[in-house]
């Protein structure tokens, strides 16, 4: 641990001195704050399947530092590192500059405005060990034959942001945001989105083809009452991935969620289309088109009830999913239509202010018999986390 938090800090430093330093100490407000989880991960059968393992099982450690500073009443930044079973990664340095609350400008490293599951990503601000299954990173089983999720969270680029609020009275809120990024890549001749390569550790950030993504969201929220609401979003993005600028990706979602009283319900679904080359090399379960370029979707939703029984215990039902419909190399287990499906009951209690302890268990369906569900695992997380 010691370890791990010398290398957050020398990661940290710099970052943190130049940020500080950008105006006199005078003209500045910082707020730094941070978060820890230790999650250890149990599946029974988890090397009794073919293949051995397929999951990040045992003890993972998720920890995130963040430093804020409002350097005017225009102009904020953020800086924000995390340490993960990605290793070290840099998901936020950026400035805000604000014209006015309909009208920010976002420029530098940060996660896209896409979906509402994303801001709330740190581990911190969710009740579960793990993610919902469209945005999962790490802790799916068999991750490795699904390649993660729909959008794994977060999804740090470089790139600049517009947004803004707007009220209508007092009763109705309005967001939107719209975005230039670098976007997801692959190398040539790839079946899917290489996903690390868009992280630090992929060590270059730059772009592979030059042609930035695009994409927005538009969020509407209604308060119905003390302490309810309903919001309903949607959310799109675009890009190529290869350095050729011949096949792309479009990633729509919509979502919505309702807080009434202590009880929140909230639902999202997601899908990629994405195009690619097979490999004329390698052999495919379907018959690959004659111009050379193939399709998949990949389609993931959830839904989930959290409930704050009392101040300090809150219960979580949530079931998701993701379904995948395309061509694939003869070689991998999953079919032309394959499914996986999980059910999770959970809780947290508050053990001391910031600090709160999570246990949840889930059931896993594997088909490539869509809907039926096949192949069942069990998984049980038990966790810690604390806040300052």
Request: charged content about 20%; hydrophobic content about 40%; glycine content about 10%.
């Amino acid at each position: 641990m010691l370890r791990l938090v010398t290398r957050l800090a020398l990661f940290a430093g710099p970052l943190a001195a130049a940020l500080l330093q950008a105006a006199p100490a005078a003209a500045v407000e910082r707020n730094f704050a941070g978060s820890a989880q230790l999650d250890y991960l149990f599946v029974p059968d988890a090397s009794s399947r073919p293949g051995g393992r397929s999951v990040y099982d045992g003890f993972t450690t998720e920890v995130a530092l963040k430093l804020a500073a409002d350097v005017s009443d225009h102009l904020s930044a953020n800086v924000k590192v995390c340490y993960g079973c990605h290793g070290l990664e840099l998901p936020m340095a950026y400035f805000d500059f604000r014209v006015a609350d309909e009208l920010v400008f976002r420029a530098g490293r940060f996660s896209p405005s896409f979906g509402a599951f994303n801001i709330r990503q740190d581990p911190a601000n969710h009740a579960t060990s793990d993610k919902p299954l469209p945005y999962d990173m790490g802790r799916m089983l068999r991750l490795g034959d699904w390649n993660l999720g729909v959008l794994p969270s977060p999804f740090p680029d470089n790139g600049v942001e517009i947004g803004g609020t707007h009220w209508f009275g007092e009763r109705v809120q309005l967001d939107y945001a719209l975005y230039a990024t670098s976007g997801f890549r692959a190398p040539t001749g790839s079946n899917d989105l290489t996903w690390s390569l868009s992280q630090t550790r992929g060590g270059n950030m730059i772009d592979n083809n030059g042609v930035p993504a695009t994409g927005g969201r538009v969020v509407a929220t209604f308060r119905v009452g003390e302490g309810n609401d309903v919001t309903v979003g949607g959310s799109v993005m675009y890009g190529t991935w290869d350095p050729a600028n011949r096949f792309s990706y479009l990633i729509v979602g919509g979502d919505a969620a309702a807080r009434i009283g202590r009880t929140q319900v909230r639902f999202e679904y997601l899908v990629r289309r994405q195009t690619f080359a097979p490999d004329p090399a390698v052999p495919y379960k379907l018959l690959v088109p004659a111009s050379g370029e193939d399709t998949f979707e990949k389609h993931g939703a959830y839904l989930e009830v959290e409930r704050s029984m009392t101040e300090t215990v809150t219960l979580l039902a949530r079931a998701d999913g993701l379904y995948r419909a395309g061509n694939l190399p003869v070689a991998s287990p999953l079919a032309p239509r394959a499914a996986v499906f999980r059910y999770t009951v959970g809780g947290t209690v508050a053990i001391a202010p910031g600090f709160r302890i999570k246990a949840s268990g889930e059931l896993w369906a594997f088909s490539n018999d869509v809907p039926v569900h096949q192949d069942l695992d069990l998984a049980f997380h038990l966790g810690v986390v604390g806040t300052f």
